[in-house]
């Protein structure tokens, strides 16, 4: 049974914008922070952002500020993150995931479940 679903990525320029989304079941999107995470070759999987329910609240990783924008739609049980001036260490498997305790935010991998399958972005230099 899937429970989240990610999609946007793609092969972008350095420099270059993208989208992704991240559409999940109600159950485990209500009243849960949601997350993004990327995983790159040979290296551990590592946050990227995250947001509260009520998107008063969020965090991003230093290697994104300023550059990456987490958002949230609750009525379409979704998680969205723009992506601006990629770089090509930017490239990466990014997943959602959803926070194990409702209404808890954080910015540790164990902190999330519910994990999607991932969409591949890839930044050329």
């Known amino acids: 049974q899937v429970q989240l679903v990610e999609s946007g990525g793609g092969l972008v320029q350095a420099g270059g914008s993208l989208r992704l989304s991240c559409a999940a079941s109600?159950?485990?999107?209500?009243?849960?922070?949601m997350g993004w995470f990327r995983q790159a070759p040979r290296k551990e999987r590592e946050f990227v952002a995250a947001i509260t329910w009520s998107s008063t609240t969020t965090y991003y990783a230093d290697s994104v500020k300023g550059r990456f924008t987490i958002s949230r739609n609750n009525a379409k049980n979704s998680v969205y993150l723009q992506m601006t001036s990629l770089k090509p260490e930017d490239t990466a498997i990014y997943y959602c995931?959803?926070?194990?305790?409702?209404?808890?935010?954080?910015?540790?991998?164990?902190?999330?479940?519910?994990w999607g399958q991932g969409t591949q972005v890839t930044v050329s230099s």
């Open positions: 109600e159950r485990v999107f209500s009243w849960h922070a």
């Open positions: 995931a959803a926070s194990v305790v409702p209404l808890r935010i954080g910015t540790r991998e164990n902190e999330y479940a519910n």
